[in-house]
């Protein structure tokens, strides 16, 4: 496997099922993001980790939860969620945070969530 | 805070046609601007970035965009599309730190 990679793909659940995305990067890369991408809006940045550490927490509800284990790893972890948390759901990684210069950020496939 | 501003939701050109589609940033500093594309079911492809130096910057596929900075506009061009260019395409603008803001993107049809 190469550069980001996303699963589920596609996954369907009910407001009251607990699930989780995952998200691996063969990059080498310290930073990883998770971003919310919505019909005609926007990217919405979600959450930032570098090594490790979660450095941006952008406002998100708490039924949306971030881990980070190591810096090729990062999952989402969705609880009771509203159908307007329908949507695709991106991560990225870059080599890491703070370099101008080198922040290009690198993306996975996404995971195209619908809530019912 | 920075923001990016793409005026077309969505613009129809012809195969082998030209494509400009158009950026308009804000930020108080000097920006850095990338452009990705994002072909349906994929994620976000680099098309070309800009720091520094030359403002007509070459990137894959053919692209190159122009950076303006009295215009505030980095606007992306091809002289002629194929149809695998049929896309969905964001420009984004990034401070000196990690943070990109992403315009709402332009989607870009291609007729035969």
């Known amino acids: 496997e190469t550069g980001v990679t996303q699963t589920p793909r596609h996954l369907v659940m009910g407001m009251t099922n607990k699930k989780s995305l995952k998200c691996e990067q063969h990059?080498?890369?310290?930073?990883m993001y998770w971003y919310k991408q919505s019909a005609k809006k926007p990217l919405e940045l979600m959450f930032v980790?570098?090594?490790?550490?979660?450095?941006e927490n952008n406002s998100v509800p708490s039924r949306f939860s971030p881990e980070c284990p190591n810096s090729s790893h990062l999952f989402l972890h969705l609880h009771t969620l509203q159908p307007e948390d329908s949507a695709l759901y991106l991560c990225?990684?870059?080599?890491?945070?703070?370099?101008?210069?080198?922040?290009?950020?690198?993306f996975g496939p996404g995971t195209r969530l619908t809530v019912l | 805070a920075q923001s990016v501003t793409q005026p077309d939701i969505h613009i129809t050109v012809s195969e082998g046609a030209s494509l400009e589609l158009r950026c308009n940033y804000s930020?108080?500093?000097?920006?850095?601007l990338f452009w990705y594309v994002q072909s349906p079911g994929q994620g976000l492809q680099l098309l070309l970035k800009?720091?520094?130096?030359?403002?007509l910057v070459q990137g894959i596929k053919g692209f190159e965009a122009e950076f303006k900075r009295s215009q505030s506009s980095f606007n992306l061009r091809k002289p002629s599309v194929h149809w695998s260019d049929a896309a969905e395409y964001f420009c984004?603008?990034?401070?000196?730190?990690?943070?990109?803001?992403f315009g709402a993107g332009t989607t870009v049809t291609v007729r035969a």
């Open positions: 930020y108080g500093a000097t920006p850095y």
């Open positions: 990059l080498g890369h310290n930073a």
């Open positions: 990225a990684s870059s080599q890491e945070m703070g370099l101008a210069g080198r922040n290009e950020q690198f």
């Open positions: 980790y570098n090594f490790k550490e979660q450095t």
């Open positions: 800009y720091f520094s130096g030359d403002t």
């Open positions: 984004a603008v990034s401070s000196n730190d990690y943070k990109l803001s």
